[in-house]
């Protein structure tokens, strides 16, 4: 099965009403007074890291794009929970572990440890606080509002190619801590949660994530390609495609001409027309070439 | 490194305090007036399960080991995350997902769907709401307390080695059906909460699971191993050591004369001797052989 027929066939399941869009958001929960975001990031050996990376970097990328899911809903972590198989690297996972709860000041709450043979798959599931309410979802873009980005896109390529370069000996000494140590916009979700009117982060690529927002919201997005900072200007496209920066996408309502934190307008929200996607003028009518697809 | 010794790695992490043990218990989060119980755990193909069985069964097992946990603390079920990797059965897996929420009437809350080689490996998030305060544990066992247990120990083994006749093509008929599909006792639990000092759910045998019980409790439980009720009474070593019952073992004080739900009293809490665990009066000083150990 597909990741997308598989994820078709649980929507036929009983669904919580938090439940939304299940692998591609999310859930919320509201108990009392309190609405909980969770999320569960699985990362599995060969497929999203290789054997051969420190397994410090592994445990703080499973913590960091599971915290950024929850910064992309404005929600402060509660805590996490920790799938583990046992291998080689371990003793390196736990400090990775240590260094990312504290990096992002959350504790760990519990979760299970199990023996296994053959490739290792790591779990996390996060639980945190929302500190606005609605939750922002991807789903809410409104024609007229404006697009934006925060950060500097393709700094996560580049620190993958240091990290290459390293593994083949070939020194350098490019930084590659952007891509081994992403630091999820928890703050700037936070300060951004009362104003957007969708939101989320950018885990596959600029492109497209803006493609998916604008499927969840029956928008079409016209996004403006040279307006998008990049890290490495000579290769805007790869920088807009690469993904694992952990950025926030948003909108705004035109009403608002200033993000409240530093960001970058990259376009406009328009009524959904052929395509979901223009960019510089182009349509884009599939998701082919504009990201990292069921990367899961 | 040990499953052991990397559960002691992480409980040098920065702890929830609702941590309790991390991947020996549930954890247990204060959201407001809720109480949150919180569980995780994974299965792995070739250690937890055969790539022969019916994808369906392990589906129903993964919800059921978790709710089974959430039982153990008087928790009623809020929803789960599953976390998945693709592979043959994926069709079967979703059927027998949505049984056992519908059997327990547990919504899909969401969760991660990733690709994946070799050894498939499947998690699962529980959360449920803790239905009586203080939450449960297996720690809370007090001297002169008496020992309980719900059902039948040994239903399991008999209905794995039904499944095992039958994928020998041997015929035979015998009911697979508790190892295929366990109930967790949730119930039970919530009728036990308010009244026990200690419970946990027996997975990996009775006496194994006794002996955790008694060293998370400080205390020395003496069992009598005739009085436990089992499904084959010729074999009855086997069915106190099997596991994958999913009953409930408790204690309640001596002045509870009878527990509120069908149980039966296996023996007595005694002060910490020099062992954890007496079986019909002999010492047992080390897990070995009691049951299924790091089975994870």
């Known amino acids: 099965m597909t990741e997308a027929d598989f994820i078709a066939a649980l929507r036929t399941l009983p669904l919580h009403p938090g439940a939304r869009g299940l692998a591609d958001d999310a859930a919320v929960l509201d108990i009392g007074d309190t609405t909980l975001v969770l999320t569960h990031d699985m990362l599995v050996e ?17 913590v960091a794009t599971n915290l950024s899911d929850l910064a992309s809903k404005g929600a402060e972590p509660l805590g996490v929970l920790v799938g583990h198989m046992l291998g080689a690297g371990d003793a390196r996972f736990v400090a990775g572990l240590h260094e990312a709860l504290a990096a992002f000041d959350t504790p760990l709450l519990g979760g299970d440890t ?72 928890l703050a700037q979700g936070r300060a951004l949660a009362p104003h957007v009117t969708a939101m989320m982060d950018v885990s596959d690529g600029l492109l497209l994530d803006a493609f998916r927002l604008a499927e969840a919201s029956g928008v079409t997005l016209a996004v ?73």
């Not at 510089?280 to 069921?294: K, Q, S, V």
């Open 46 to 62: 060969g497929t999203h890291y290789l054997p051969s990376q420190d397994m410090a970097d592994v445990a703080f990328r499973l």
């Open 114 to 185: 199990v023996a296994g043979t053959g490739a290792r798959a790591l779990g996390l599931t996060a639980i945190g606080r929302a500190t606005h309410r609605p939750v922002p979802a991807r789903s809410g873009a409104q024609v007229g509002d404006g697009l934006f980005v925060t950060g500097t896109l393709g700094a996560a390529m580049l620190g993958f190619e240091a990290l290459r370069e390293e593994g083949k000996g070939g020194g350098g000494g490019g930084d590659s801590s952007a891509y081994r140590r992403p630091r999820p916009r």
């Open 224 to 296: 403006q390609s040279a307006a998008a900072p990049v890290a490495a200007p000579a290769r805007r496209y790869d920088c807009l495609t690469w993904g694992d920066d952990y950025e926030l996408l948003f909108t705004l309502p035109a009403s608002i001409a200033k993000p409240p934190v530093p960001a970058t307008p990259i376009g406009r929200v328009e009524p959904r027309g052929f395509v979901p996607l223009f960019v510089d003028g182009e349509p884009i009518a599939n998701r082919a070439g504009l990201g990292y697809d069921h990367r899961g």
